[in-house]
């Protein structure tokens, strides 16, 4: 089965630095990576998405790359805010519905 | 506000009960999943419905059972409740039924507590 993996479990920048997430998945047949983010005790809410047909994607101070050769795709927060202070998942389809990595847990110090 | 809803926001219940959590979807969504997320814990996809039929299944316990009823509103049944059962449960809607290629929204999910 799928298996998806995420680094750091951890991550702590200041204000204003950026913040990189890493993915990694098994299944080639793979084609849609979403990224939640979850406020402690909320629902996880989707911030940015890439299918497989695309290498980039960027929504603001968010950007998604993607590497299909490698199987793994990376989160970038530029300028983060102390609101961007959260916990990151990444997702891989898989069949019918996703995997998901076991979360970042991203601190930013002002 | 996604637009999914579930109730009850908080649970508290007692070992060897049973308790049921209700969602309902997206206007328009036909899909709704289940996720179990355990304190610290990342997502556990549990089970999926699409328009009234289980579409996939994942970690989901025997003692656990769900369905999608015609108005596509969806139920979770937890049974013989352990205490290791108290979680965060979510339910997500999705227009598609797969494969997995739609943005799935989440709902503010129900906090179960087994004492």
């Known amino acids: 089965g799928e298996n998806v993996e995420q680094h750091p479990s951890t991550l702590s920048v200041q204000e204003g630095d950026s913040a990189v997430i890493k993915c990694t998945y098994s299944?080639?047949?793979?084609?849609?990576f979403p990224w939640y983010k979850q406020e402690l005790g909320k629902r996880p809410q989707l911030i940015i998405d890439i299918r497989s047909n695309v290498g980039e994607k960027k929504d603001q101070r968010i950007a998604v790359t993607l590497n299909k050769t490698a199987k793994h795709f990376s989160l970038h927060i530029t300028e983060t805010q102390p609101e961007d202070s959260a916990v990151y998942f990444c997702?891989?389809?898989?069949?019918?519905?996703?995997?998901f990595g076991p979360g970042t847990r991203l601190s930013v110090l002002p | 506000d996604s637009g999914v809803t579930q109730t009850p926001k908080h649970l508290i219940t007692a070992t060897g009960q049973r308790v049921t959590l209700r969602c309902s979807p997206r206007s328009g969504d036909l899909s709704v999943y289940w996720y179990q997320q355990s304190l610290d814990q990342g997502l556990q996809f549990l089970i999926q419905?699409?328009?009234?039929?289980?579409?996939a299944k994942g970690n989901i316990l025997e003692r656990f059972s769900a369905q999608q009823f015609p108005d596509l509103h969806s139920e979770l049944n937890l049974s013989s409740l352990e205490l290791g059962d108290s979680a965060l449960y979510f339910c997500?809607?999705?227009?598609?039924?797969?494969?997995?290629?739609?943005?799935?929204?989440f709902g503010p999910g129900t906090r179960l507590t087994v004492l």
């Open positions: 419905y699409y328009n009234g039929e289980e579409r």
């Open positions: 299944d080639s047949a793979s084609n849609y």
């Open positions: 997500a809607s999705s227009a598609s039924p797969g494969p997995a290629t739609d943005t799935q929204y």
């Open positions: 997702a891989a389809s898989y069949g019918q519905n996703f995997v």
